[in-house]
């Protein structure tokens, strides 16, 4: 038995909507799509999370019926607004599983925006009012669908950068999920943390791992970490004795990846005479690599600076494509002030000073997970036909003061183009539907694994 009270995962103005639809509505099917925003293609991730999680099996009990209506009454001083009737008709009818459809693209897709994504449609005459009563859990799939498109979209710069002046095989672990502890729940943080792993290896996030353990039927373990330092575990030992605080880390992980932070007191002096001198020999005689990170000031001046100094004390060689890397045993990691512009920025700076983008990775916390909004690629779900007295009739709005509001119109499906593109028809013309039906009356149709996902996002 679920948890939570489906009756109560909505919005309060939708509690009155039973009673606002014309007479003899049997029907009512919407639509979730981007309107836009800042990037062109968006990656559909995160559904399978709420319907597993909130809408499958068993969702409606008389004690939720119950407790639904004696909330609501309080809430708006009046007990006749709760469709209780409605909820007891789904409780005795159907067992208490929501009677919908909800058909969708394969989750870890990337669909140009002003496409249909989902849709969503009752399947009981009687329960015309439940589709759109459904939007405000349904809509909320916008944040991992937007987190995993920042993702891809980052994955894309630092794709072209690696391919400019490096090895592109290097970019599953170019960007590392610091976003734990920037996010506004534990929820967010699996669901976020997990929508990065849809393009990235890389992560911090533990609540990510055991989200796709959880919800995209895998045991399998998509993200991937190194033992590193913060600032506490360096400046406790004192400024006077920071040697030993770094000296510690190789002691204590003489093999393999370790990261250190090294900017507590004064970065271009641990990077010249701590790491570049006093313990130069232990960091090249170490089986493994040093990745050293300075957490402030102006990235992009940060980073060329302590790439210069490390690459004045542990030498360089150049690549086959002209740019200089550092030898083996040393990298660096960005992990403060870091974004989608920071990123290019950086590397922008680094390939115009003769750098590859093989020396670098970059640590992204708040800017990944929590510094987006469902605007950021203009999130919508839209009621487009209806079934009243029999018959069907599309259904749109059209504002006159914003024509980036519009809406579509009538049964929607998504088809591939000839170029291999997406575009948009009315459900009975011809072509392919690309949307899949994965959820019908209570069941989950069609489920992914992870793999599926990021086997549909590849780039």
């Known amino acids: 038995m679920k948890s939570h009270n489906i009756i109560l995962l909505t919005d309060s103005y939708k509690i009155s909507h039973y009673k606002q639809y014309p007479p003899n509505t049997s029907t009512i099917y919407s639509y979730f799509e981007s309107r836009g925003g800042r990037f062109e293609n968006v990656v559909f991730f995160g559904l399978q999370y709420y319907l597993k999680e909130y809408l499958s099996g068993q969702v409606v009990t008389q004690e939720g019926i119950n407790d639904a209506a004696l909330l609501y009454e309080k809430h708006f001083g009046n007990a006749d607004l709760f469709n209780r009737t409605g909820w007891e008709y789904i409780l005795q009818h159907h067992g208490g599983r929501l009677p919908v459809r909800i058909k969708a693209v394969p989750e870890g897709s990337a669909i140009p925006v002003h496409n249909v994504m989902m849709t969503i449609e ?4 009687e329960c015309y009012w439940l589709t759109n009563f459904l939007e405000t859990l349904l809509v909320q799939v916008w944040y991992g669908c937007t987190v995993a498109t920042l993702s891809r979209e980052i994955k894309r710069v630092i794709t072209q950068y ?9 970019i599953n672990f170019k960007l590392h999920d610091f976003g ?9 943080a699996g669901l976020g943390g997990a929508a990065h792993l849809v393009n990235f290896m890389g992560t911090d996030t533990i609540a990510a791992l055991t989200f796709t353990q959880s919800y995209y039927n895998t045991q399998n373990c998509y993200g991937f970490s190194i033992p590193a330092a913060e600032h506490s575990t360096i400046t406790s030992w004192g400024r006077e004795n920071e040697a030993k605080a770094y000296a510690n880390m190789l002691t204590q992980y003489p093999e393999g990846l370790v990261a250190c932070v090294s900017d507590s007191y004064d970065i271009y002096a641990a990077c010249d005479r701590i790491w570049g001198q006093e313990l130069h020999d232990a960091v090249l005689a170490r089986k493994g690599t040093l990745v050293v990170r300075p957490d402030s000031g102006k990235p992009s001046e940060v980073v060329l600076k302590v790439m210069e100094i490390l690459g004045e004390r542990f030498g360089t060689s150049t690549n086959d494509k002209g740019f200089k890397v550092l030898h083996p045993n040393v990298r660096v990691i960005q992990g403060d002030g870091v974004d989608y512009d920071s990123i290019g920025e950086i590397l922008s700076v680094l390939k115009q000073n003769g750098w590859s983008a093989d020396n670098i990775a970059f640590g992204m916390g708040g800017a990944l997970l929590q510094k987006l909004d469902r605007d950021t690629q203009k999130f919508a779900f839209k009621c487009s036909a209806a079934v009243v007295g029999g018959k069907e009739r599309d259904v749109f709005k059209q504002p006159i003061t914003d024509s980036g509001k519009n809406s579509k119109r009538g049964r ?13 028809l009315p459900e009975d013309t011809v072509g392919l539907d690309i949307l899949q039906t994965v959820f019908e009356n209570g069941v989950v149709k069609q489920e992914y694994t992870f793999d599926d996902v990021k086997h549909h996002a590849l780039l």
Request: aromatic share 6%; no cysteine; hydrophobic share 30%.
């Open 180 to 188: 734990f502890r920037g996010v506004s729940s534990v929820e967010s």
């Open 162 to 170: 690696l391919e400019e002046t490096g090895d592109p095989a290097l």
């Open 412 to 424: 929607l499906k998504l088809v591939r183009t000839p170029e291999g593109g997406f575009v948009t």
């Open 122 to 125: 009752n399947t009981d005459p």
